[in-house]
């Protein structure tokens, strides 16, 4: 079901530490995924993105890993910074309710501790 | 880097009235669109647009929501009668292919009073 109210998942990093933040996602017929990092005030940017025939992708200092399986996907982020405290979210790109859309998730709030 | 743009940063109306949202795509997508997030609440889908037309729309996007793109530039969304349950961030969002990679502006709060 939906989520509606205030109170976002927070995971709390040391400074340096690797971060791992988790998604699961609805719709199996979802063929693309992306991750968005969303700061206060702003809207959500560009992390990384993954198509359904892959199971792991790397950028710089991220890493998206995806199971199909159990339907969950994960973003790494590896020396966790400052500038990394931000909400992030995954995004699923499928066919639903008849249509391709973009659905995304509720979001993890990531605090980096220095 | 090139980005999307939104104007107003902040809206605010009264209830009823009619409000125009402003955004400029970045130049070379092709693929435009608006989601919106109300407080503490998932970033939700309203409509995309492709080729002067709208390509889909959600269950949000009723009568009373309509988009344009009067330019080569502008992509505007006007909502006709506002409600108190319209408040919230609007974001307009562009992309190259559909649905892929969309970059998105830093939104429009809009409070409705």
């Known amino acids: 079901g939906e989520s509606v109210g205030l109170h976002l998942p927070t995971l709390s990093v040391q400074e340096g530490d690797n971060s791992i933040i988790n998604c699961a996602y609805s719709?199996?017929?979802?063929?693309?995924f992306i991750w968005y990092k969303q700061e206060s005030g702003k809207g959500p940017q560009f992390i990384i993105d993954i198509r359904s025939n892959m199971d792991k992708r790397q950028g710089q200092r991220v890493t998206v890993l995806l199971n199909k399986t159990v339907k969950h996907l994960s973003l790494q982020i590896a020396a966790t910074q400052p500038g990394d405290s931000a909400v992030y979210f995954c995004?699923?790109?499928?066919?639903?309710?008849?249509?391709?859309?973009?659905?995304f998730g509720t979001g993890t709030k990531l605090q980096v501790i220095p | 880097e090139p980005e999307v743009t939104q104007t107003p940063s902040h809206q605010v109306t009264q209830m009823g009235q009619e409000v125009i949202l402003r955004c400029v795509p970045i130049?070379?997508?092709?693929?435009f669109y608006w989601y919106r997030q109300i407080l503490g609440q998932k970033v939700e889908f309203l409509v995309s647009?492709?080729?002067?037309?709208?390509?889909?729309k959600s269950e949000i996007f009723d009568d009373q929501f309509s988009v344009e793109r009067p330019d080569g530039s502008n992509f505007t969304l006007k909502i006709r009668s506002t409600k108190l349950e319209d408040s919230a961030m609007y974001f307009c969002?562009?992309?190259?292919?559909?649905?892929?990679?969309?970059?998105f502006g830093s939104g429009t709060q809009l409070s409705v009073l």
């Open positions: 647009f492709y080729n002067n037309e709208i390509s889909e």
């Open positions: 969002a562009s992309s190259e292919e559909e649905n892929e990679k969309l970059f």
């Open positions: 719709n199996s017929a979802s063929d693309y």
């Open positions: 130049s070379n997508h092709l693929y």
């Open positions: 995004a699923e790109v499928g066919f639903s309710g008849g249509y391709q859309k973009v659905t």
